[in-house]
């Protein structure tokens, strides 16, 4: 079984948190795959740097000024820091974008009502060149960038990254998938950090979803879940980072997302 691991939310921008998880992750047995969010560090730095964010329904525009910034600090400024913290923890990681080895090949999001600019939609993931380096004992580390065929770098929803690279390995090998955040899992009520819904299935989603109990940015996320479990993913989790461990040796932390 390889454990596919996206980390993201809050952790990402706090040092001692993401230290925590790091060490956590680092001593999962057996071939691990990490996929990492961006935080709010390019925002930080695109503003340093006199460059505008622009968001429109909670999503960055990714124009060109951004594209560079974002390749910059998400393969970058935070890939390495995660990558020199897992070899402090004796894990042999490797950064990669998904240009690299042509791991994972997008196309430049259609413009609709709205242009993304230099956003990504995956199209295919090189499982044969992942799982090249997992049979190597190197543990993959994803920044949530791809690239497409006319050479440009594309930033990429990194829930989005992970469900595709889960998905693509499926095929090859059993695959597990776990997104980490800042919530204990998915919640009935927002304002109750222990209010984790155990169990998701399509039937209860849609109700809670009717009901304005998930919504905003938990929606793609699941979306993302369900669609790995219909295309060949093994089991999907969604946890607090600090219950990684847990959530892959007992299964007893979380949200189990289920057909």
């Not at 393969?75 to 791991?103: E, F, M, P, R, Y």
């Not at 819904?197 to 699941?222: D, R, T």
Request: with cysteine.
């Amino acid at each position: 079984m390889v454990n596919i691991v996206k980390i993201g939310g809050n952790v990402i921008d706090n040092p001692e948190k993401l230290a925590s998880f790091l060490s956590d992750f680092a001593k999962i047995k057996g071939p691990k795959i990490l996929i990492h969010g961006g935080g709010k560090i390019a925002t930080k730095i695109a503003k340093d740097l006199g460059i505008e964010t622009k968001m429109v329904e909670g999503r960055r525009i990714t124009d060109e000024a951004m594209r560079d910034v974002v390749t910059m600090v998400y393969g970058g400024l935070v890939n390495k820091q995660i990558v020199a913290k897992l070899q402090a923890n004796h894990c042999n990681a490797i950064g990669l974008t998904g240009a690299d080895g042509k791991s994972i090949l997008a196309q430049k999001r259609p413009v609709k009502t709205i242009d993304y600019g230099f956003v990504g939609d995956i199209l295919e993931v090189n499982a044969l060149f992942i799982k090249s380096l997992l049979d190597a004992d190197i543990v993959p580390v994803f920044a949530p960038l791809t690239f497409d065929m006319n050479g440009d770098m594309l930033n990429t929803n990194a829930d989005t990254q992970a469900s595709a690279v889960a998905t693509g390995l499926s095929s090859l090998l059993p695959t597990n998938l776990v997104y980490c955040f800042e919530k204990k899992g998915v919640l009935s009520d927002p304002e109750n950090e222990d209010s984790v819904i155990s169990e998701l299935n399509p039937a209860n989603y849609e109700s809670f979803k009717n009901q304005g109990v998930i919504y905003e940015g938990m929606i793609p996320k699941l979306d993302n879940a369900f669609s790995s479990l219909r295309n060949g993913v093994s089991q999907v989790t969604i946890c607090h980072a600090d219950e990684l461990k847990n959530a892959l040796e007992t299964g007893n932390a979380g949200t189990k997302i289920t057909l």
